[in-house]
């Protein structure tokens, strides 16, 4: 079974520019969290979605953005990028109880901003 | 809200030595804990969860954690270090509902030869 897929893996922008993040969840899973990691504030819960739904959202901006499709991949986008966003963007799916079901993550997305 | 402290930003032991990672909660409700394991490069990876079954938990790569109420805690042990633990070890809570999983800030683990 593929494990959840983050592309690109790594990626360089520029200040004021945006870019989008794609993660693709395991096979059947329908929840797709997002969390910002930064060596300093550690893993930061940016937003979760279920069935195209957002059904949590954390304390970022709202240049951090993010959506779900029918078939369960996500993507976020970062508009008007700013050099405290660089960071590892992870993604992570899950299945099972709402509560006790493990997140399983990709690799993440590493963006650096010029 | 709940939210989760990790003491010590770093811990270094030898091979073969006990391995002891702290961490302890805030939760105005029963929790469910989780542990992770971030080698370099990688995502992460589940060691261990407490869903209020037994307190004391065991995972994988021979790690286990107690649930201990009374402190809050949910520390993480290995009887013996192994090169291979080096990594970033990661604490985690959710409450009930469909909370998000709160993370720790995460304890980088070294182990000497």
């Known amino acids: 079974k593929a494990g959840v897929t983050q592309t690109p893996r790594y990626l360089i922008k520029t200040r004021g520019q945006q870019v989008t993040l794609s993660c693709s969840p395991i096979?059947?899973?329908?929840?797709v969290s997002w969390y910002q990691q930064t060596p300093g504030q550690g893993l930061q819960f940016l937003f979760e979605y279920f069935s195209e739904t957002q059904r949590n959202k954390g304390n970022f901006p709202g240049r951090f953005s993010g959506r779900q499709f029918s078939n369960s991949r996500s993507e976020m986008n970062v508009s008007t990028l700013e050099l405290g966003d660089s960071a590892l963007y992870l993604c992570?799916?899950?299945?099972?109880?709402?509560?006790?079901?493990?997140?399983?993550f990709g690799e993440g997305s590493r963006l650096t901003v010029l | 809200a709940q939210s989760v402290t990790q003491l010590g930003s770093h811990v270094s032991v030898s091979e073969g030595a006990l391995v002891l990672l702290r961490c302890n909660y805030s939760?105005?409700?029963?929790?469910?804990l989780f542990w992770y394991v971030q080698y370099p490069n990688q995502g992460l990876q589940l060691l261990l969860k407490y869903t209020s079954a037994a307190t004391l938990v065991k995972g994988i790569n021979g790690f286990e954690a107690e649930f201990k109420k009374s402190e809050t805690s949910f520390h993480l042990t290995k009887p013996s270090a192994h090169m291979s633990d080096a990594a970033e070890y990661f604490c985690a809570v959710r409450t009930a509902g469909n909370t998000p999983l709160v993370f720790g800030k995460g304890t980088r683990l070294s182990v000497i030869a």
């Open positions: 939760s105005s409700v029963p929790p469910y």
């Open positions: 992570a799916s899950r299945t099972g109880d709402a509560n006790t079901g493990e997140l399983f």
């Open positions: 096979s059947g899973h329908r929840s």
